[in-house]
């Protein structure tokens, strides 16, 4: 049943793209997941089956992780890398992932940062397709700008009506300070401009962007002033739904913390954190074509891994 309606959304898209109609569809967003074993009273790997298994059995467009992946000791190996790949390619919904700093950046105490980054890349984004059973094509930097040939993990789609894309920018001070940090800020800044010019060029009605880190935590996350600008500059030009996806500081968080050049707060952006360890649970979105801010959110809480409140 759930295949054939799929099936059936698949034609409906097909033919809403023909005839240039807008399509709604659900996604589900995800991160900071499955970092403990120990001191609770239901283990964090359950909780993360938990969360898996409760979007498998909904009816999503696709699935999108915003970083880290368990805890960062547990992840700074290619075998521990390799169980999280394993597990997120069982999902029933196309995949797309993100890096987080506990995947690379905080394997500092543990192995070389930049090894385990290029083992993320190779594992994660070999290809054009995401994670997943069934899968989305995606457009990668590495592919649209030679200069940013390394920068596999920065994505980009389209998707009924709306662009996504992903940028490589992690918590935990995003390895500021690193020559490395500098090359990717370029690449990010420039697919982040990338992205809006699609978004615009395509006469998107919305854009999402993700990502790891809390930008908007402090300006000294190792987030520089040019990509803090170009997301300005960018929600002001675009002048349609702009939304933030992202992790890193663990708290369920919608609103509009980004300011314009005024100092008002830029209405048409807003900033979606999402769940993260110990609050195993997701964040759904609608994408409504009949609604003006495009973007609809709700907080999907799995019961069964609610540890201070009665099943």
């Known amino acids: 049943m759930y295949r054939f309606a799929w099936l059936v959304a698949i034609t409906l898209l097909g033919a809403a ?41 909904q009816d999503l ?4 992780h915003d970083g880290d992946l368990g805890a960062g000791g547990d992840l700074c190996s290619d075998a521990g890398l390799r169980t ?15 890096p987080g700093d506990n995947e690379w950046t ?36 590495s592919d649209v700008d030679a200069r940013f ?4 993990e920065n994505a980009l789609w389209h998707f009924g009506d709306v662009t996504f894309a992903t940028l490589h920018v992690v918590g935990s001070n995003n390895n500021r300070g690193q020559p490395e940090h500098d090359a990717r800020d370029e690449a990010v800044v420039a697919w ?17 962007l993700v990502m790891h880190a809390n930008m908007f935590n402090g300006r000294n996350q ?34 509009k913390p980004l300011a314009g050049w005024n100092g008002f707060p830029l209405e048409m952006f807003t900033r979606v954190q999402t769940f993260g360890t110990p609050g195993h649970h997701w ?7 009949d609604d003006p801010m495009v973007f609809g959110f709700r907080q999907r809480i799995v019961r069964a891994n609610l540890v201070d409140h009665p099943r």
């Open 106 to 141: 905080d394997c500092r105490f543990y192995d070389d940062p930049l090894a385990r980054l290029a083992s993320i890349r190779e594992m994660f984004f070999d290809n054009d397709r995401s994670l997943g059973q069934r899968t989305l094509q995606l457009t990668r930097q």
């Open 192 to 208: 982040l401009a990338h992205a809006f010019a699609q978004a615009t060029e395509r006469n998107s009605r919305g854009l999402m």
């Open 61 to 64: 467009a696709f699935v999108i």
């Open 222 to 255: 190792g987030i520089t002033n040019a990509l803090y600008d170009g997301l300005i500059e960018g929600v002001l030009a675009f002048g349609k739904p702009v939304v933030m996806v992202h992790g890193d500081t663990h708290q369920f968080i919608i609103d």
């Open 17 to 57: 793209s023909a005839t240039a109609q807008p399509v709604r569809f659900r996604l589900a967003l995800i991160g900071d997941l499955g970092y403990s074993e120990t001191n609770f009273a239901v283990p964090h790997e359950r909780q993360y089956a938990n969360v898996l298994a409760e979007i498998n059995a």
């Open 283 to 289: 964040v759904e979105v609608v994408v409504d074509p």
């Open 149 to 152: 040939w390394r920068y596999v």
């Open 84 to 98: 999280r790949l394993r597990q997120l390619q069982t999902s029933a919904h196309p995949l797309i992932y993100t």
